[in-house]
Nanobody
Framework: QVQLVESGGGSVQPGASLRLSCAAS????????MKWYRQAPEKERELVAL???????NYADFVKGRFTISRDNSKTTAYLQMNSLKPEDTAVYYC???????????WGQGTQVTVSS
């Protein structure tokens, strides 16, 4: 069955870096668009970044220049490199996989990122 397992979250100080990983299995990873979302307490889930099967990427304005999404199809893993972290980046980060805009989306269980001094 489809599995998305996030890892790499943690508690860091402002300005620090973290790299999140999303290990995928159970589907043809290379053909899927991979996305990272986040949800802060009492806020709606929001899209952070996406990477298409052709490697093209897109970012939310609030992370442009700080976060980088990537994928390694040989390892069926997506990554989110997060630099210059801010307290407002504190949230649970979720991995999402979807082949097309009309196909079913799959979600991971999330990983907590806390940025605090």
């Amino acid at each position: 069955q489809v599995q998305l397992v996030e890892s790499g979250g943690g508690s860091v100080q402002p300005g620090a870096s973290l790299r999140l990983s999303c290990a995928a299995s159970g589907f043809t990873f290379a053909t899927y668009t991979m996305k990272w979302y986040r949800q802060a307490p009492e806020k709606e889930r929001e899209l952070v970044a996406l990477i298409n099967s052709d490697g093209s990427t897109n970012y939310a304005d609030f992370v442009k220049g700080r976060f980088t999404i990537s994928r390694d199809n040989s390892k069926t893993t997506a990554y989110l490199q997060m630099n210059s972290l801010k307290p407002e980046d504190t949230a649970v980060y979720y991995c999402n996989a979807r082949r097309t805009v009309i196909s079913r989306a799959y979600w991971g269980q999330g990983t907590q990122v806390t940025v605090s001094s």
